[in-house]
């Protein structure tokens, strides 16, 4: 193995969708903005619609224009930031659905695209995308008589069940959208968790189908295999790495491997993550580089050709943990110097 290995289970995405689909109310979307995570939009946006998925949800209007290559036309992309300046001929020529902010996107949008499709997107306390109720309230029967393809608002706080702020955005939601006939969208993947009162017509789960947390009961998606350059000795009382970042206490073994923060494995884990051969641990020591972590692999009976850093041991959130971040930031950072195996 000449470079680091990403190995993505297309066969898992569609099984966390059908999972997540499973147990929704409604339809089921799903979100492959930032390149499906990081994972790979058309990859990922072709298995999702050969499983039935018929609304995805991306970032950007240029996201959309990338998805539709992939995915052929007749299926629903919605796009977050809505219809912003700039954004007509992608929204025209990709047919993609922009769910509106504000009434300045609702004016564009209308005068620009007469006629084209287009969702809604309404702030129910989180404070960064959609219209507040007072907006709303002014724009609502105008809206409402062009047929929006769908009224959603996000959760901020959807991964802590029992957080106030769940149900009252629940209330404020419920409160700017009871009785319009307009199909209804509220939860991601936290929300879709909270359970049926939260699903409305359609649940836009986006990282518990790339195998992250908060749905614990996710198959894993993503394996990284970082293949060994180099194993040494390393006598007691030498260090290891930038800074010298690590001492042996004892004798050890010493592997280097190819991959480090410029590929989005975070610096700060060093120290704390652990790389696998099979089944035996070898921590992580010393400082991640750019390009190169080291571990020691005392405790194999065999120098290693290839470590493991996420997979069947090692989750992306154990590994976001170890960075102290989370698992959405440790998917959509691999990076672009990885082999990609796709697996169906
Ligand atoms: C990212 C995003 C989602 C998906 O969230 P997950 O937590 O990844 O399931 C859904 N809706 C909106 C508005 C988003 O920004």
Redesign the pocket.
């Given at each position: 193995m000449t470079s680091a290995t990403l190995t993505i289970d297309l066969g898992a995405v569609v099984r966390n969708w059908r999972a997540l689909d499973a147990m929704s109310e409604g339809e089921t979307g799903a979100?492959v903005?930032a390149d499906a995570?990081g994972l790979g939009a058309a990859p990922v946006g072709q298995a999702l619609r050969d499983a039935g998925v018929r609304n995805f949800?991306v970032?950007t209007a240029g996201e959309g224009m990338i998805l539709r290559d992939a995915i052929g036309h007749g299926l629903r992309i919605y796009v977050?930031s809505g219809h912003m300046e700039g954004d007509t001929d992608d929204i025209r020529a990709a047919s993609l659905t922009p769910l509106l902010n504000s009434v300045d996107q609702m004016l564009r949008h209308v005068e620009a695209l007469p006629g084209a499709p287009f969702g809604i997107?309404l702030d129910t306390g989180m404070n960064r995308?959609g219209m507040e109720p007072a907006e709303w309230s002014a724009v609502r029967d105008i809206a409402i008589a062009q047929r929006p393809a769908l009224i959603?608002s996000?959760l901020a706080c959807?991964?802590e069940p029992d957080h106030a702020m769940n149900t009252q955005q629940l209330e404020a939601f419920r409160a700017m959208t009871d009785g319009i006939d307009i199909p209804r969208s509220l939860a991601?993947?936290?929300g879709t968790l909270l359970g049926t009162k939260y699903h409305f017509d359609m649940t836009?789960?986006?990282?518990?189908l790339y195998g992250?947390l908060p749905f614990v009961d996710a198959e894993p998606v993503v394996t990284l295999d970082l293949p060994v350059i180099q194993v040494r000795e390393v006598p007691q009382g030498e260090t290891v790495g930038y800074a010298n970042g690590w001492t042996a206490q004892k004798d050890s073994r010493i592997a280097t491997v190819s991959g480090g923060y410029a590929d989005g494995l975070i610096r700060a884990m060093g120290g704390k993550a652990a790389l696998y051969a099979g089944d035996t641990r070898c921590p992580v020591v010393g400082r991640v580089s750019m390009d190169l972590i080291t571990a020691d692999v005392s405790a194999l009976a065999q120098d290693p050709t290839s470590l493991q850093l996420m997979g069947r041991h090692q989750s992306v959130d154990t590994v976001a943990d170890a960075a102290g971040t989370i698992g959405?930031e440790i998917l959509t950072q691999l990076g672009q110097r990885y082999g990609r195996t796709l697996l169906a």
């Open positions: 979100v903005k995570y949800f970032a977050f997107q995308l959603m996000h959807a991964d991601a993947t936290g836009r789960p986006g990282v518990g992250g959405y």
